[in-house]
């Protein structure tokens, strides 16, 4: 089996086409099982866009081929838009989304490693990140060149275990491993700067030992550029401190809390529907 390079990634996958796609499959599919997290799985729309279209070195027919990268998305409750960006990236059909968390079926509330292009279920916060770091030390230690990816939310960075793998990782030189997150400025009971201060955030990263880039969430050309230059500094693991807004991209949710709980209404549905179709 060869390795994978960048031949291999799906170029012809335009991502603010994909960052579309996925968000209209995650309103539709948030609405039909009744379920939250929708203004969290849209703020994460375009890092998921410019990471499945860009980034990640994966093969949907054969999910779990041992050069691929490995993506560990730690705030797992964003779980519709991360199976909508499986689906479309050909891991399985768009018409299994529907199925999202009705009885039976893998597509739970929470990621599930049940789903083809799941590596690890998630979901209790803070437990991705250790995860992540582990998969990169394992890399290292077999001289493998597959990348070690994991998505974090700004509240889950209130876990101490994060912390303890934050400092692990630098350490050890793992210049193979990402992490990108979603700062939001929301978690689950209010704004962040109110529940758990976290700044001055992306010092303390840069206290810890880590390559820190900050960026604008949203913009697809300047995420990819971030994630193309990865490793920046060689043996340091790489932080993307992604600005995004709770609710991107229809504008009734975003910078909203109730958003982190609600589900769309029939109209609310169509509206968002439209905005995101009309953007």
């Known amino acids: 089996m060869s390795t994978m390079s960048a031949a291999d990634l799906r170029n012809d996958l335009d991502p603010t086409a994909f960052a579309k796609r996925i968000r209209v499959h995650a309103l539709r599919m948030v609405h039909t099982a009744n379920a939250s997290h929708i203004g969290s799985c849209l703020s994460m729309a375009d890092v998921l866009a410019v990471l499945y279209t860009r980034f990640l070195r994966l093969d949907p027919n054969d999910p779990r ?33 529907m199925k999202y968390c009705q009885a039976g079926t893998s597509l739970t509330g929470h990621v599930s490693h049940s789903v083809p292009g799941i590596e690890a279920s998630t979901g209790s916060l803070g437990h991705g ?18 990348r070690s990816v994991c998505i974090l939310s700004d509240g889950e960075c209130d876990e101490g275990s ?6 692990f990782a630098p350490h050890h030189r793992l210049d193979n491993l990402v992490v990108v997150v979603d700062y939001n400025k929301i978690q689950s009971f ?21 390559h820190v ?8 050309a300047v995420l990819e550029r971030a994630l193309t230059a990865v490793p920046e500094s060689a043996g340091k693991p790489t932080v993307l401190i992604a600005h995004t807004v709770k609710g991107k991209g229809v504008r009734f949710m975003e910078d909203k809390l109730e958003w982190h709980y609600k589900s769309p209404s029939p109209q609310q549905l169509l509206d968002a529907i439209a905005e995101v179709e009309a953007s």
Do not use: T
């Open 65 to 97: 081929r041992a050069d691929r990268d490995r993506l560990i998305v730690s705030k797992g409750h964003a779980a519709a838009i991360v199976y909508a960006a499986l689906a479309e990236r050909g891991f399985f059909s768009a018409d299994e989304l």
């Open 190 to 210: 209010g704004r962040v700067e109110e529940v758990l201060a976290l700044e001055p955030f992306a010092d303390k990263w840069r206290a810890f030992g880590w």
């Open 129 to 146: 990140l250790p995860i992540a770091v582990g998969l990169a030390l394992a890399a290292k230690a077999d001289r493998q060149a597959w």
């Open 213 to 220: 880039v900050e960026c604008d969430g949203h913009d697809r």
């Open 162 to 167: 994060n912390w303890e793998a934050v400092l």
